[in-house]
């Protein structure tokens, strides 16, 4: 007899809810993952730096556990099958997924394990609060992040927030496996350096000030680690804690879009979050997209953000922000088009985080920039790259006379989309 804990964005041994249940019992534990086909045939990279940082993971886990990890590749619904005929399996234990997709698919392992006589468990752990854990006072889903992050906190002082002891317990399976190869299953090393699982305190205590200017190591880097689970989040609310309300915010931020995604699912169907913003009647330049992939539009700012993004599959948040007003208000280019291109390339790529972002900078979302704020990128500049030591990492070029012209004037671009909104909206 065994139970399998089957590891998804919870790539670690410690606290890790789901894994600590499954150890807890006295049913030894195969520990599984899949390199899920369905999710990697739609990449479109083989140099895909998140399948890289996964198997990077997957290997420290093994060690860690002594060579008992069991690696598959393929679609998880066959793979089940075929473990479910082999082993005597009584019981899965896994993670709650938020996803469109992971729902999907967990709802077909859990009808094939009934189907089995096999008990299909999920536990929370992404996540310090979930689903309906944190409501207003008449019972409906928070969709204004101050006041769910009031409630959030004061639900936080009436809990202890578990840490789960899963690396203590070794209720592992005897047998050992071979991890496939990056090669083995279809991809390659991306070149990318991977952000370490460290922060500091000091950091932490100094992220209020700091955060704010790109060419500062003023923010954690640890968006990867959440999005993978090679941390626990759990444990980086406790670091928090008493020493960065700010930093502790965005960490709500991140519950946040989770608890926006699951009550308000039509996020995930392609809809805005308010959907009279569907009606804008977006311009869609192709050649001007692709100047904004590429970090060629003339304004130094977002070209330094798209090049950062590009090169390291990484940018900073205030450049997040401010790339993503300059596609969608300057070029009025649908915030899809740049939803999907941050998902192609951002290692910490997270549907509700992200979504949640787009949806904030096109004014469409829950709690988004008002649709008439149109960031500056110039006065951007002026206030948080001052000294230009950002811009000029991805800029080099800028000294030059071969610095492209602005894709667009910005007066003429600010008031072209806010008679586009105007329309859209009826206002
Ligand atoms: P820190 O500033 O150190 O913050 C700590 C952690 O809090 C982050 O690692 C992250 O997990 C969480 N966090 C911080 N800000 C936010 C936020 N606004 N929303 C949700 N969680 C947050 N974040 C993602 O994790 N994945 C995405 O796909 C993503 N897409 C974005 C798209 C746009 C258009 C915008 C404006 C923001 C997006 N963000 C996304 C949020 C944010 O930019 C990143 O989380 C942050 O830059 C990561 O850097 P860090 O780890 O140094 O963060």
Redesign the pocket.
């Known amino acids: 007899k065994v139970s399998i804990f089957w590891f998804r964005r919870d790539l670690r041994i410690e606290d890790n809810h789901g894994l600590f249940q499954a150890l807890s019992s006295d049913v030894p534990v195969l520990p599984l993952f899949i390199f899920d086909t369905n999710i990697l045939d739609r990449l479109l990279s083989k140099k895909d730096g998140r399948v890289e940082f996964i198997h990077q993971a997957l290997e420290a886990i093994n060690t860690q556990i002594g060579g008992h990890l069991c690696v598959k590749h393929g679609d998880p619904l066959i793979l089940f099958r075929s473990l479910f005929s082999e082993l005597e399996v009584v019981k899965v234990y896994t993670n709650h997924d938020y996803e469109k997709y992971g729902l999907e698919r967990d709802a077909k392992i859990k009808g094939l394990a009934q189907e089995k006589g096999v008990k299909f468990e999920t536990f929370k752990d992404q996540v310090v609060f979930e689903k309906d854990e944190v409501l207003s006072g008449a019972g409906t889903p928070y969709t204004v992040f101050t006041p769910y992050s009031r409630k959030w906190k004061a639900l936080l002082q009436e809990t202890v927030l578990p840490n789960f002891p899963s690396a203590t317990i070794s209720n592992y399976v005897d047998d050992k496996f071979n991890i496939p190869s990056l090669a083995d299953i279809g991809f390659q090393p991306s070149g990318l350096v991977f952000p370490g699982l460290q922060v500091q305190d000091e950091l932490i205590k100094s ?1 209020a000030q700091d ?1 704010d200017f790109p060419a500062k190591p003023g ?5 990867v680690h ?2 993978f689970g090679t941390l626990s989040i759990r444990s980086l609310v406790r670091r928090a804690l008493g020493k960065s309300e700010v ?1 502790l915010n ?2 709500i ?2 519950d ?2 989770f608890n926006i995604l699951h009550h308000f699912p039509h996020i995930s169907e392609g809809h805005s979050f308010r959907k009279e913003y569907d009606r804008m009647n977006w311009r869609n330049n192709e050649v001007e997209f692709k100047a904004w992939c590429e970090g060629k539009t003339g304004y130094p700012i977002v070209d330094a953000g798209m090049r950062e993004l590009n090169a390291t599959g ?4 205030r450049v ?2 401010i790339v ?1 007003s300059f596609l969608v208000k300057h070029l009025l280019i649908d915030w899809r088009w ?1 939803e999907a291109y ?2 192609e390339k ?1 290692l ?3 549907f509700a ?2 979504n ?3 949806q ?2 096109a004014g469409s979302g829950c709690d988004a920039a008002p649709y008439f704020r149109v960031f500056n990128p110039t006065l951007q500049t002026q206030k948080f790259d001052q000294s230009l030591a950002y811009i000029k990492k991805w800029v080099p070029e800028l000294q030059e006379f071969t610095y492209p012209a602005p894709i667009v004037n910005h007066e003429f671009a600010r008031g072209r989309v806010l008679e586009a909104y105007k329309v859209a909206l009826g206002k």
Do not use: I, K
């Open positions: 992220y955060r923010t954690s880097r640890l968006s959440l999005r930093w965005e960490l931020w991140r946040f879009y990484f940018m900073h948040n997040r922000m993503a740049g941050f998902a951002l910490d790529f997270d985080a992200n949640g972002g787009w904030w900078a």
